[in-house]
């Protein structure tokens, strides 16, 4: 059965396969961030994600950025999440230009938006788990709205 994207179900089904692959997730060390998730198009879309260690603990569609303190949100056209995720799909993981790293910083295609240079750190710090997070959607029926 396909899930929308963007959606909350989408990004809770993440959630809990990384709940399932918790050893893996183990590995790449803890992960205590509130992450933004901003889809833009014709309707804009905000989810909070929460990592808590090892897990994502809540996943939650919010209406502005101030109703959850963020630590940074990553923000991009629908088209570009769907050519990421398109690109986890057709290889496992993401081709070389379509990693959170590389989309945010080649070409600025991706936005990391921060109020807190801390918050913009954890980006960063984070960075390993929050890849392997979206990685996870490398075999997910995406229905695309």
Known sequence: MAIKFPSVEFFQELAR?????SAEFEKLGFCDTVMGVRVEGDTSHLY???FDVFEC???REISHAGDVELD???AAPRALWREMFESIQKHGQPEPGYTLNSLSHVGDR???VYDDPEGHDKFYRFMATLQAFVDLASDLEI???
């Open 17 to 21: 396969r990384m709940e399932a692959k």
């Open 110 to 112: 991706m936005e990391v």
């Open 72 to 74: 940074f949100t990553l």
């Open 57 to 59: 603990s809540n996943v």
């Open 48 to 50: 909070a994600l929460t």
């Open 143 to 145: 229905e695309w709205v």
